[in-house]
């Protein structure tokens, strides 16, 4: 009753489940919509990195980071996102950009994606993700599954999802866009130091 995997670099639709390899753009899309969900994060990442490197705001209320704040903040929003993910792919094989976009992680057998897969595939986001993902791009296209570094090494595939609830997902993405943009607001109205 055991299912036999699938070679790394064999063609998709002929995995245990009949699934079609997810296509790239619909991989790119569901990126930034992760990325737009978690923006007030990446915000927050910002804010800590100015007040622990004692750096203050601009008199229009703007931060300036260079150097190591910087840098400091681009790696605690690139875990932030690698957490989400494995969190989001480990237990529901999916994040909420790619339920909008109709995608979801699976083993390369056709089987659910797991923890030790979601962990391993999420570990490597960051060799994935240099270069504003150009490496992971570069790879994936190389591939006939669309497999970045992350799915090579964890074992896993992108695939199209059926079943996945697109619209419901949306919504809660354009809910916490509008969030997002109405504590925006508040921000600028609140009085800034002289």
Not at 87 to 116: D, H, Q, W
Not at 127 to 156: E, H, K, P
Request: hydrophobic residues 50%; positive net charge.
């Amino acid at each position: 009753m055991g299912i036999t995997p699938v070679a790394p670099d064999a063609v998709l639709p002929t995995t245990a489940s009949d699934r079609r390899v997810a296509r790239i753009p619909d991989r790119i899309f569901a990126t930034i919509l992760d990325g737009f969900l978690l923006l007030p994060a990446f915000v927050t990442t910002v804010v800590l990195s100015a007040h622990w490197n004692h750096i203050p705001a601009s008199k229009d209320g703007t931060i300036n980071l260079v150097g190591g704040p910087a840098l400091e903040a681009m790696s605690l929003s690139l875990l932030i996102l690698c957490v989400y993910a494995l969190l989001s792919e480990a237990f529901y094989g999916r994040t909420l950009g790619k339920e909008v976009m109709g995608i979801e992680v699976r083993r390369n057998n056709g089987s659910p994606c797991g923890i030790r897969e979601a962990f391993l595939r999420n570990l490597l986001r960051p060799i994935d993700a240099i270069g504003f993902y150009f490496v992971g791009f570069l790879v994936a296209i190389s591939s006939q599954q669309n497999l970045r570094v992350g799915d090579r090494i964890a074992g896993t595939v992108v695939t199209e999802n059926p079943g996945a609830r697109r619209w419901r997902a949306f919504l809660i993405l354009v809910i916490a866009l509008a969030v997002l943009l109405y504590l925006e607001s508040v921000v600028h109205l609140l009085p800034r130091k002289p």
